[in-house]
């Protein structure tokens, strides 16, 4: 099988090579990584011709614009890469029989909702960078509705407050923390920390059987998110916290970091208030997958945020 990874040097792609690199699933297919260099997303041309001539079997999009804040003045940029490239993946996989595994955000939302919210819940997102996500998972169904094709088959997967091996949240409040000795955090807004190589994992989980060949599962839109809720306050108390235990020499702790609301902290993209998605969808289909001896898979899904994220501190020797 060949198997297309773009976004190579983004946090989620980094995750998918190390998953990849570990399993040696190089020795069973032909995996192929593209950054910007390799393919440029915001050509459309471009990107059409690179697939039909790599032919992949699993295209697994871990690309995206994602500068939440220039988006606001980018916006043709920001829908190139997020509507115009998913919808030529989604093309291509359609009409070739082939598997589509792209990625979407909390930020489809307004955040108005008092619950976490369901995969169908209206859309409706406040900024520029939601809208390109909305207009990329738009794009992606109706490429399926357009090109029935019984081997195709996708899944969007929607995730929320990211971190990996790239610029991120936690790093920047660890990076803060050595250097003040105060600092102050949205507390108003809550969603879930997501670790981009839980991510990887779960995705295979769900595209991969036990001897790492393509399932068929159903096409459609999954929240993918660990379990529990946090605010962007709580969870830098939290990996601060993790920082002093693991040993981290820092000017900061937990209680000098004072609660704000976000409108103390305006920024030029607005953020949605409630990120909270409900997994019960995909953790459906994950109950249903023959556990084949292997039950790592489920114990990650099950497993509550606060855990990666203290490992990924330690990790990181942050
Ligand atoms: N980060 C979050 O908190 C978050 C939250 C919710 C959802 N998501 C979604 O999760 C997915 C993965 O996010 P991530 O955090 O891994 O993103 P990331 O670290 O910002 O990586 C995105 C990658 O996309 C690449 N890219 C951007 N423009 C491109 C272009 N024109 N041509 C080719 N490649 C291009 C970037 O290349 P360069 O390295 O060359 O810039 C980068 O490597 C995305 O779909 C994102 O929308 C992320």
């Not at 990584?33 to 697994?60: M, N, V, W």
């Not at 990666?308 to 330690?314: C, F, G, K, M, T």
Request: glycine share 6%; net charge negative.
């Amino acid at each position: 099988m060949n198997i297309l990874v773009f976004g190579k040097d983004g946090q989620l792609g980094k995750a998918f090579q190390s998953i990849f690199d570990t399993k040696n699933l190089d020795e069973l297919h032909a995996i192929d990584y593209a950054g910007r260099e390799q393919c440029d997303l915001s050509r459309e041309l471009d990107l059409a011709t690179f697939l039909h001539h790599r032919k992949p079997d699993l295209i697994i999009n871990a690309a995206a614009y994602t500068a939440v804040d220039h988006a606001e003045s980018e916006v043709d940029l920001a829908f190139a890469i997020n509507a115009k490239a998913p919808a030529v993946m989604a093309c291509y996989a359609f009409e070739e029989g082939a598997t589509f595994l792209h990625y979407s955000t909390d930020y489809v939302f307004d955040g108005s909702k008092a619950t976490p919210y369901l995969e169908g819940d209206a859309r409706n997102p406040l900024g520029i960078y939601g809208k390109s996500k909305v207009a990329g998972e738009v794009a992606v169904e109706d490429a399926f509705k357009h090109h029935p094709n019984t081997d195709a088959q996708f899944a969007i997967l929607r995730t929320s407050w990211v971190y990996g091996d790239g610029g991120n949240f936690i790093r920047t409040i660890l990076r803060l923390a050595k250097e003040r000795e105060s600092l102050k955090v949205i507390a108003n807004q809550s969603g879930v920390p997501t670790s981009a190589y839980w991510l990887a994992s779960i995705s295979l989980a769900l595209v991969l059987d036990e001897n790492h060949q393509l399932r068929s599962f159903p096409s459609g839109i999954y929240h993918a998110v660990p379990q529990g809720e946090t605010t962007w306050h709580a969870l830098a108390c939290y990996a601060v916290q993790a920082a002093i235990d693991a040993g981290a020499a820092l000017k900061l702790r937990p209680d000098q970091i004072n609660a704000i609301p976000a409108s103390e902290y305006p920024l030029p993209a607005p953020r949605p208030m409630n990120s909270r998605m409900a997994r019960s969808a995909l953790e459906t289909l994950l109950n249903q997958i023959p556990k084949g001896g292997d039950v790592t898979k489920l114990q990650q899904w099950q497993q509550p945020w606060q855990e990666p994220v203290a490992h990924y501190v330690q990790d990181k020797g942050i």
